[in-house]
């Protein structure tokens, strides 16, 4: 019997994430294992996955909060410009 | 009387084997089920393997896990699983677990509240971002509305629930490319939103 990966399972990349931070990011991989950084936070540092947020595109405010908290000046200077 | 009893008696027997029975189960599963709620064979039965009257289980959540040949000996999880394809049935066997948990919250003393639990949970009830919790939202504030689109196949769940609004929309941008970003803003945000955000940032910016 062959057992189908549940959907959710199929967009989930953290097996495929923790395989290249063993490989190439050991130090990473160790924090993964301790505990102290998550696999997302680690493959984010290790520029292996994109830094992304989540926007609510309901409200402006919360929106504006979120890009300011989570953007880098740089990033918010060319959104700016942009939009 | 002694026919329902044996019924339900006969249903528990069956379940209880399908569930354990790999690829068999997957098939046969949801059908018993469906049975099985639809009669209430938690409750006073004939135990066939027995004979006995057993005056039954005071909730689904007991008969769940349960061994044979009184309960079906397995646990909720692995039902979700074996009906994972079935959104209605799925909703019916999450609405005969909440029966055992009609007020919900945490019921416990001010005194218990205070000391640490090493207990685990048996029952993970749906939270969050789950397609379980959805079902059960909608269902419990009554969008059969909604429920019946997302039955049908013409709304995703996700969309009901920001329907309803249970959900706020969201979209996701990368916070390494800006271009990319606001690509991202300009094709889902309305107008109204986009000069508001603008105005926010660009005020921050003079501040």
């Known amino acids: 019997m062959i057992n189908k990966p549940h959907k959710k399972d199929l967009r989930d ?30 493959s984010v540092q290790a520029g292996i996955y994109p830094s992304r947020a989540s926007i609510n595109i ?4 919360s929106a504006a909060k979120t890009l300011q908290t989570k953007g880098s000046p740089e990033f918010l200077d060319e959104l700016k410009e942009l939009l | 009387m002694t026919n329902q009893l044996v019924e339900r008696g006969y249903l528990t027997q069956s379940l209880g084997n399908a569930s354990h029975s790999g690829e068999h189960g997957f098939k046969a599963v ?16 004939i135990i066939i393997e027995t004979g006995e009257e057993f005056e039954g289980f005071r909730n689904f959540e007991a008969y ?38 009609p007020n919900g919250g945490d019921r416990k003393s ?5 000391k640490i639990s090493f207990s685990i949970r048996k029952t993970d009830l ?25 039955k049908s196949g013409k709304l995703s769940l996700h969309a009901a629930m920001k329907a309803a609004g249970f959900r706020r929309p969201r979209i996701a941008i990368y916070l390494d490319d800006p ?11 309305s107008p109204t939103f986009l000069d508001e955000l603008r105005r926010l940032l660009f005020d921050q910016q003079t501040t």
Not at chain 2, 93 to 100: L, N, T
Not at chain 2, 110 to 114: D, I, L, P, Q, S
Not at chain 2, 179 to 189: E, P, R
């Open chain 1, 13 to 42: 990349r953290s097996d495929k994430l923790i395989n290249r931070l063993r490989k190439d990011f050991p130090e990473l991989y160790a924090h993964v294992l301790l505990g102290t950084k998550t696999v997302y936070a680690a």
């Open chain 1, 58 to 61: 309901t409200d402006a405010k």
């Open chain 2, 30 to 45: 949801p059908g018993l089920l469906k049975l099985v709620l639809d009669k209430r064979a938690w409750e006073e039965r």
């Open chain 2, 64 to 101: 769940v896990a349960a061994n044979p040949p009184k309960g079906l000996g397995t646990d909720v999880d692995t039902i979700e699983r074996l009906i994972s394809n079935d959104t209605e049935l799925l909703k019916a066997f999450r609405a005969a677990i909440r029966e055992a948990h």
């Open chain 2, 110 to 114: 001010k005194e218990a509240k205070g």
């Open chain 2, 126 to 150: 749906p939270v969050g971002e789950t397609k379980a919790y959805a079902l059960q939202k909608l269902s419990d504030e009554k969008r059969y509305d909604l429920l019946e689109q997302v």
């Open chain 2, 179 to 189: 271009k990319s970003a606001a690509k991202t803003l300009v094709s889902h945000a």
